[in-house]
T-cell receptor, first 113, second 113 residues
Framework: DAKTTQPPSMDCAEGRAANLPCNHS???????VYWYRQIHSQGPQYIIH???NNETNEMASLIITEDRKSSTLILPHATLRDTAVYYC??????????????FGQGTILTVHP | DAGITQSPRHKVTETGTPVTLRCHQT?????MYWYRQDPGHGLRLIHY???????DKGEVSDGYSVSRSKTEDFLLTLESATSSQTSVYFC????????????FGQGTRLTVV
């Protein structure tokens, strides 16, 4: 299963863009990249996912490199409520790993006033 | 919100006793997951299911068993609870198509004394 590597923590000023990187160098061609966040001890909240192309929704943008070995989650205008732990996940796609979601350690994003 | 319910939400039990946590969904999703979360460890996959009676181990499956006799219920059993199993447990569900998201329950806080 592909593993992900994220920086343990990042800071961002309120109103500025937050760019959270993720490395997934062993990703295979049919595995999706997912991003979730967790605020306090709540259940993780879905943000965005993608396969090859860049994706955008109302919460964020996902930029995936052409070789798919890394990606960046972009929160365009961070607010204090975006302070959370952000997880980058590669979804398994082969055999019994199909659909398997394995979390890494995540990045603690702190948004400052 | 996706129809996913965990029960109980909180439980205190004694070392050596059996404990069963229940995850119930109303979405008819194929995949169901059990995770545990401990301070400093993010979410770690215990077991997951890719269909009725089809389950597989995650990275921290020792001391846990699961059962899925019908689509809507995924049970996690601690045969003989230990203090190291004190944790917050999250259930998740996901549809079988690749281009979809997983939904998480609100968690069960289990304390083994």
């Amino acid at each position: 299963d592909a593993k992900t590597t994220q920086p343990p923590s990042m800071d961002c000023a309120e109103g500025r863009a937050a760019n959270l990187p993720c490395n997934h160098s062993t990703i295979s061609g049919n595995e999706y990249v997912y991003w979730y966040r967790q605020i306090h001890s709540q259940g993780p909240q879905y943000i965005i996912h993608g396969l090859k192309n860049n994706e955008t929704n109302e919460m964020a943008s996902l930029i995936i490199t052409e070789d798919r070995k890394s990606s960046t989650l972009i929160l365009p205008h961070a607010t204090l409520r975006d302070t959370a732990v952000y997880y980058c996940i590669v979804r398994g796609a082969g055999g019994t790993s199909y659909g398997k979601l394995t979390f890494g350690q995540g990045t603690i994003l702190t948004v400052h006033p | 919100d996706a129809g996913i319910t965990q029960s109980p939400r909180h439980k205190v039990t004694e070392t050596g006793t059996p404990v069963t946590l229940r995850c119930h969904q109303t979405e008819n999703h194929r995949y169901m997951y059990w995770y545990r979360q401990d301070p400093g460890h993010g979410l770690r996959l215990i077991h997951y299911s890719y269909g009725v009676k089809d389950t597989d181990k995650g990275e921290v499956s020792d001391g846990y068993s699961v059962s899925r006799s019908k689509t809507e219920d995924f049970l996690l059993t601690l045969e003989s609870a230990t203090s190291s199993q004190t944790s917050v447990y999250f259930c998740a569900i996901m549809d079988q198509t690749m281009n979809t998201e997983a939904f998480f329950g609100q968690g069960t806080r289990l304390t083994v004394v």
